[in-house]
């Protein structure tokens, strides 16, 4: 069964650098969304991307985020510089519009990114 | 706006206790309902749905169903596995297909 993949599993980085969390999505699917839970809180919503540009944001996604689609298959998330508070989970999902209404989401295993 | 708020875990279990995972949300409108589950190094994976008030999701024996009056989606089982343990998601889509409403997630702990 097709699924979403994501690398690296863990990221360690130290404050103020960049990090580039990648994922690939399934093959036929058009839109494409990033979501972060730092520990113990919620699944946020950060961004979805439709198109090759971003179709939502949320206000947690400032100028530190951008996203991008960089070839047929990866879809990444970048941050700038980074901050302890940027410390969580990151999980990458996609979904086929075509498919029958509601639109399910598929989700990857996440990365877990920790800021020092 | 939209919210989505959970029973907090840890919750054990023994092998076949009865389960049930309290979900609760705030929406304009009338959203779709979902519960992810996500096993130990996997991604969140899509258990149940429900689209309309008093649909049941029902699969592997998992079922929800979707309260309106209560505003209410409970995830229930009647005999947990040790397999079952997990991290459960609720989770909403309003008139914004876009993007998921998440619960913080509670974790099952099912012991032999």
């Known amino acids: 069964e097709p699924e979403v993949t994501q690398t690296p599993s863990h990221q360690v980085t130290q404050m103020g650098q960049e990090v580039i969390l990648r994922c690939v999505p399934i093959?036929?699917?058009?839109?494409f969304y990033w979501y972060r839970q730092i520990l113990g809180q919620k699944v946020e919503f950060l961004v979805s991307?439709?198109?090759?540009?971003?179709?939502?944001k949320s206000e947690i996604f400032d100028d530190q985020f951008s996203v991008e689609r960089p070839d047929g298959s990866n879809f990444t998330l970048k941050i700038r510089s980074t901050k302890l508070e940027d410390s969580a989970m990151y999980f990458c999902?996609?979904?086929?519009?075509?498919?029958?209404?509601?639109?399910?989401?598929?989700f990857g295993p996440g990365t877990r990114l920790t800021v020092t | 706006g939209d919210s989505v708020t959970q029973m907090e875990g840890p919750v054990t279990l023994s092998e076949e206790a009865f389960l049930t995972i309290n979900c609760t949300y705030t929406?304009?409108?009338?959203?779709?309902l979902f519960w992810y589950v996500q096993y130990p190094g996997e991604g969140l994976q899509l258990l149940l749905k429900?689209?309309?008030?008093?649909d049941k999701g029902s699969n592997k024996g998992f079922e929800a169903t979707y309260r309106k009056e209560t505003t209410s989606f409970h995830l229930e089982k009647g005999s947990v596995q040790v397999s079952d343990s997990a991290v459960y998601f609720c989770?909403?889509?309003?008139?914004?297909?876009?993007?998921?409403?998440f619960g913080s997630g509670t974790k099952l702990n099912v012991k032999p």
């Open positions: 991307f439709y198109n090759n540009e971003i179709s939502e």
């Open positions: 929406a304009t409108g009338y959203p779709s």
């Open positions: 093959s036929n699917h058009l839109y």
């Open positions: 429900a689209t309309k008030a008093d």
């Open positions: 999902a996609s979904s086929d519009p075509s498919l029958a209404f509601p639109y399910e989401q598929y």
């Open positions: 989770a909403l889509q309003g008139y914004n297909f876009n993007k998921f409403y």
